[in-house]
Nanobody, 120 residues
Framework: QLQASGGGLVQAGDSLRLSCVAS????????MGWFHQAPGKEREFVTA????????TYADSVKGRFTISRDNSENTVYLQMNRMKPEDTAVFYC???????????????WGQGTLVTVSS
């Protein structure tokens, strides 16, 4: 089970940190990722991190602004979002699987989503 939190309303240029706590499995075995889905759009890849946090991948739209990290001792993955833009407005979902991928169809486990709204 994945429980995401930390969403809210911010202004353009602000920062926000999302958290996602995993339960019911061996967190350190899981690849973790974040996707977002804006109104009327498909779910899109944001970032992913490998089991030991050696490798990360980012969508071009967030490179240099967002940072994914994980704490395997706390079963938690984080998404630090800086210099936020109105186009970042979306529901953000954390996700997990044994495979490392940027495709939503490759992830088996999904959190409930947390809404992030960035005003201009």
């Amino acid at each position: 089970q994945l429980q995401a939190s930390g969403g809210g309303l911010v202004q353009a240029g602000d920062s926000l940190r999302l958290s996602c706590v995993a339960s019911g499995g061996t967190f350190s075995r899981l690849v973790m990722g974040w996707f977002h889905q804006a109104p009327g759009k498909e779910r899109e890849f944001v970032t992913a991190i490998t089991r030991s946090a050696v490798s990360t991948t980012y969508a071009d739209s967030v490179k240099g602004r967002f940072t994914i990290s994980r704490d395997n001792s706390e079963n938690t993955v984080y998404l630090q979002m800086n210099r936020m833009k109105p186009e970042d407005t979306a529901v953000f979902y954390c996700t997990a699987d044994l495979k490392y991928s940027s495709s939503p169809t490759e992830y088996s486990y999904w959190g409930q989503g947390t809404l992030v709204t960035v005003s201009s």
